[in-house]
């Protein structure tokens, strides 16, 4: 074969071949995420206003106060390691914050129950009501921030999107029930469990079938296969 005839051949492969896009830096995409949940935290306080019920139950309670902590902790755990896991050669990053996040979670949830089982009787507390209305509340704050990991994800590579979109919808769910303890008019404990922490549950049982349908329909990184 001659140079020039293989020199043509050569030529001819890339001929097919669409550029690679760039995944975007780790740093911009958690600062996006950051960005968006603040956008939505100041909305839903400048529409609720602030309450004193959860922010008292804090002050005055350190294990109500350490609870909400581990909560925050699942949060940032679970969109790190989701934003994480859609970038080549950060898995290391992404199993830590996986760990750190189940971990604040274990703890979150131990404390809590030891908060209802210590709780003097069966005073007045939360409607059932106000259970519902802090998890959806959480849910809908949740839902932008979770979008942003989604379309970071989609532009990455993410070769386990069901796990991407779990860690996006918990973690966001988490961080949308810290920022429900401010406009929450309760402090029990109960209301704690049942309205709060169960929320990064219920984050992942009601987001993650649209999140992974937004993924699905988001533009992907272009020059894959």
């Keep these: ?25 780790l740093r911009m995409a958690l ?25 008292n139950a804090m002050y005055s309670n350190a294990s109500i106060a350490f609870v909400v902590a581990a909560l925050t902790a699942v949060g940032g755990a679970g969109l790190v390691a989701s934003l994480a896991a859609s970038v080549p050669g950060r898995e290391r990053l992404a199993w830590g914050a996986f760990l750190v996040g189940l971990l604040s979670a274990a703890a979150a949830a131990g404390l809590g129950t030891f908060l209802v089982a210590a709780a003097p009787g069966h005073g007045p507390g ?33 070769y386990r999107p069901l796990v991407i979109v779990l860690g996006a919808a918990a973690g966001a769910a988490a961080l949308g ?49």
């Design 126 to 158: 939360a409607p059932a009501a106000a259970h519902v209305s802090c998890l959806v509340r959480a849910c809908g704050v949740a839902l932008l921030p979770a979008l942003v990991v989604a379309g970071f994800a989609a532009r990455a590579a993410p």
């Design 1 to 25: 074969m001659s140079d020039e005839r293989s020199r043509d051949l050569i030529s001819a492969l890339g001929d097919d071949l669409r550029p690679v896009t760039p995944i975007p830096r």
């Design 31 to 55: 600062g996006a995420v950051l960005a968006a949940w603040v956008v939505v935290v100041l909305a839903s306080w400048a529409w609720s206003g602030l309450r004193p019920g959860g922010l």
């Design 177 to 225: 029930a810290v920022a429900a303890q401010a406009t929450c008019p309760f402090g029990d404990p109960v209301h704690l469990m049942l309205g709060h922490v169960l929320a990064p549950v219920a984050g992942a049982l009601v987001l993650t079938l649209p999140l992974l349908i937004a993924m699905r329909r988001l533009p992907q990184r272009s020059g894959e296969g």
